[in-house]
C-alpha cells in the first residue's frame, strides 16, 4: 500500500493555458474522487468514479474541466483555458466501496495550481 | 453549499490542555467521519462515528454524535504541539449519497 499519489505537487501556468493533473490511487480502490480546496475552507466535491465510469460531477465543474479514469485504474483531471479563479489545492482521494455507505477516504497529498 | 460547519474556525491552546471542535450539519446522514490536515498537505482520517453510534474513541480522541441537534464534537486529550493542524468534519450529504460533504475546519494550533 503506497498511498494515493499526485503529480505534480505544484503548477504555475499562465492564465488561458491548459493543464493536467494525474492521481494514482491505491490499487484495489475502485472508488476515486476530486476535491478542490481553497485556502482557509474545506474541500469542495469536483466529480467521482467507481472503477472507470464518472457517476456524478458537480456544478463546479465547468465546461472548462474533465475528468478521465481510463481502465478504472489512474485518473486525470484536466483543465482548459485556465483562469485565475481556478488557483486552488486539487486533491485526489480513493476508497473501497463494498456497497456499504460506511467508507473512509484516503487522500494524496494534492496538486497546488497557481494561475497566473 | 457545505454541509458541515465547524466551531469555532480557530483554536489556540497550550500544550496538555483537552481541544474541543464541534461540528453541525444540516440534513440526515449515515455516518460522520473526522479528517485532519496538516499545512499544504492531503487529509487524513481520523475517526467515522455511525448515526447509530452516540460516542466513539480512538486514542487521545473522543467523537460525539448527536443525530437529534445535528451536532458532533471532536475531543483531543492531552494535545501535544504535533496535533497542530486542521480538523474537519465530513457528512454523506443525505443517505444515500455517495461523495463526503466536509465543513470549512477548525484550525488548531497547539503551543509549547
Known amino acids: 500500500d503506497t498511498g494515493v499519489s499526485q503529480n505534480p505537487r505544484h503548477k504555475i501556468t499562465k492564465r488561458g493555458q491548459n493543464v493536467t493533473f494525474r492521481c494514482d490511487p491505491i490499487s484495489e480502490h475502485n472508488r476515486l474522487y476530486w476535491y478542490r480546496q481553497t485556502l482557509g475552507q474545506g474541500p469542495e466535491f469536483l466529480t467521482y468514479?467507481?472503477?472507470?465510469?464518472?457517476?456524478?460531477k458537480s456544478r463546479l465543474l465547468s465546461d472548462r474541466f474533465s475528468a478521465e479514469r481510463p481502465k478504472g485504474s489512474f485518473s486525470t483531471l484536466e483543465i482548459q483555458r485556465t483562469e485565475q479563479g481556478d488557483s486552488a489545492m486539487y486533491l485526489c482521494?480513493?476508497?473501497?466501496?463494498?456497497?456499504?455507505?460506511?467508507?473512509?477516504?484516503?487522500f494524496g497529498s494534492g496538486t497546488q495550481l497557481s494561475v497566473l | 453549499s457545505q454541509q458541515g460547519e465547524e466551531d469555532p474556525q480557530a483554536l489556540s491552546i497550550q500544550e496538555g490542555e483537552n481541544a474541543t471542535m464541534n461540528c453541525s450539519y444540516k440534513?440526515?446522514?449515515?455516518?460522520l467521519q473526522w479528517y485532519r490536515q496538516n499545512s499544504g498537505r492531503g487529509l487524513v482520517h481520523l475517526i467515522l462515528?455511525?448515526?447509530?453510534?452516540r460516542e466513539k474513541h480512538s486514542g487521545r480522541l473522543r467523537v460525539t454524535l448527536d443525530t437529534s441537534k445535528k451536532s458532533s464534537s471532536l475531543l483531543i486529550t492531552a494535545s501535544r504541539a504535533a496535533d497542530t493542524a486542521s480538523y474537519f468534519c465530513?457528512?454523506?450529504?443525505?443517505?444515500?449519497?455517495?461523495?463526503?460533504?466536509f465543513g470549512q475546519g477548525t484550525r488548531l494550533t497547539i503551543n509549547p
Open positions: 465530513a457528512t454523506d450529504a443525505d443517505q444515500g449519497a455517495q461523495k463526503l460533504v
Open positions: 440534513t440526515s446522514i449515515n455516518n
Open positions: 482521494a480513493s476508497s473501497l466501496s463494498l456497497g456499504s455507505p460506511h467508507e473512509k477516504l484516503f
Open positions: 468514479f467507481q472503477n472507470e465510469a464518472q457517476l456524478e
Open positions: 462515528i455511525r448515526s447509530n453510534e
